[in-house]
């Protein structure tokens, strides 16, 4: 955990645009170091440094540490194919304890100290909005794989851009609208929305809530919570007074399943469970909440492993051969799409002299990835459409859009099954 409070950090939000972000910055704690990959230079000259600063301890540590691999597997599948723009890649990552002092520190470290050639954004609304502060001001490209709050992308920012399909406020509007239009039997007439307060999940969430109310289905509970919240059972009694038929919860890893866990403690769970990033997490969340727990929980997600997108079978193997598991998590696969993104201005403008060309050309161009094409608009937001997934039989799967499905969405939450 960080020496700052994580309460502290969660009011830094709203001074944001007081932070310094001068570059006489003093470096950051490094935890994460460098990761040369091979990268030694090579006949192209120099390696080509990239830099970033990711959670790999404190509240985000989890997600951080999966998007450090999505960076690294990026880097050995690049430089395996003689690097960018013939130069082999160095990554310099640091760690930025979850906490948003540090992570400008780190950003002016990497650009005035470390000098890196390029930067690669970090995990979560709360760290991207001041780090993305850094990046605009040194006139730097800055692509983020996870950090999807409108608030992102309403400063003017020209060098911003984010590598999903979708903003968070818009990322659960496909799964609510399947909810309206399930058959009159199925269809809950009662929600409860507790929420994280969170840049991310709070958007996620009032995004769901304004569509499902507008359908008829009356909110009979809602909540905001604090990030250092640990006992749910409060949340929970309150929630099973009112009972409602479909729970939306707008979480990141370890709340999602305390709220879960409580729920399961209680002995009352909804008919229907809707929860962001928690269930994303692939391996983490069935060992967490126990894999029968799962069937039926639907989530938004950016990436399925099965999907038959350019570069996809490479990353899951390459993956696997790296970190032993089947199943990379999202945030690896987001972190590996952001730095294809990157690649791709890169090599299409072939020079990083002007980043303003790189911003220019992301602007003006749609980018193949392992989550699919990804397309933005002047603010550097995303114009595509989420995914929504859902556990069926112990494996993740993509229920919604049919377009891009690997089963039938189920109706229901069964936990115990």
Same mark, same amino acid.
């Given at each position: ?25 003093? !470096? &950051? #704690? *490094? %935890?994460?170091?460098? +990761?040369? @990959?091979? =990268?030694? !230079? &090579? #006949? *192209? %000259?120099?390696?080509? +440094?990239? @830099?970033? =600063?990711?959670?790999?301890? *404190? ?359």
């Amino acid at each position: 955990m960080s020496h700052v409070s994580a309460r502290s950090r969660w009011k830094a939000v709203a001074l944001v645009g007081a932070v310094s972000i001068g570059l006489a910055a003093c !470096g &950051g #704690s *490094g %935890g994460g170091g460098s +990761s040369d @990959g091979g =990268s030694s !230079g &090579g #006949s *192209g %000259g120099p390696a080509l +440094s990239i @830099g970033a =600063s990711l959670p790999l301890t *404190g509240d985000f540590s989890e997600p951080g540490s999966a998007a450090k691999q999505g960076y690294e597997v990026w880097q050995s599948i690049v430089n395996a194919k003689g690097g960018l723009l013939g130069r082999q890649v160095k990554l310099v990552i640091k760690d930025d304890a979850s906490n948003q002092n540090t992570i400008v520190s780190d950003y002016n470290a990497l650009i005035a100290q470390d000098k890196v050639d390029l930067v690669l954004g970090t995990f979560s609304s709360l760290l991207n909005l001041p780090a993305s502060a850094v990046a605009e001001k040194n006139r730097m490209l800055y692509v983020e794989p996870a950090g999807g709050s409108p608030k992102m992308f309403n400063r003017g920012y020209k060098y911003l851009f984010f590598a999903q399909q979708a903003t968070a406020d818009k990322q659960g509007l496909t799964f609510a609208k399947w909810v309206t239009e399930l058959p009159e039997a199925q269809r809950p007439k009662t929600a409860a929305y507790p929420t994280l307060d969170d840049p991310f999940a709070a958007p996620n969430v009032e995004g769901i809530r304004k569509v499902l109310e507008a359908a008829g289905i009356s909110t009979v509970y809602q909540t905001t919570y604090a990030i250092d919240t640990k006992n749910f059972d409060s949340i929970v009694a309150a929630m099973k007074a009112k009972s409602p038929d479909v729970v939306v919860h707008g979480a990141t890893f370890e709340d999602g399943v305390g709220l879960t866990r409580a729920m399961l403690k209680s002995g009352w769970t909804p008919g229907m469970f809707y929860e962001t990033s928690a269930p994303s997490f692939a391996d983490q969340y069935v060992k967490a909440v126990g894999e029968p727990n799962t069937e039926g929980v639907m989530y938004a997600v950016s990436y399925s492993p099965e999907a038959d997108t350019p570069g996809n079978a490479d990353f899951v193997a390459k993956y696997k051969e790296m970190f032993g598991s089947d199943v990379p998590p999202e945030d690896a696969a987001d972190a590996f799409a952001a730095a294809e993104v990157m690649a791709a201005a890169v090599e299409a403008v072939g020079s990083i002299e002007d980043q303003s060309k790189l911003a220019d050309w992301l602007r003006a161009n749609k980018v193949d990835t392992i989550l699919g094409p990804l397309s933005w608009d002047e603010t550097g937001a995303p114009t595509g459409e989420f995914l929504i997934g859902q556990w069926q039989k112990g494996k993740a799967e993509v229920v919604l859009p049919a377009g891009a499905a690997t089963a039938e969405p189920a109706v229901g939450w069964h936990p115990g099954s």
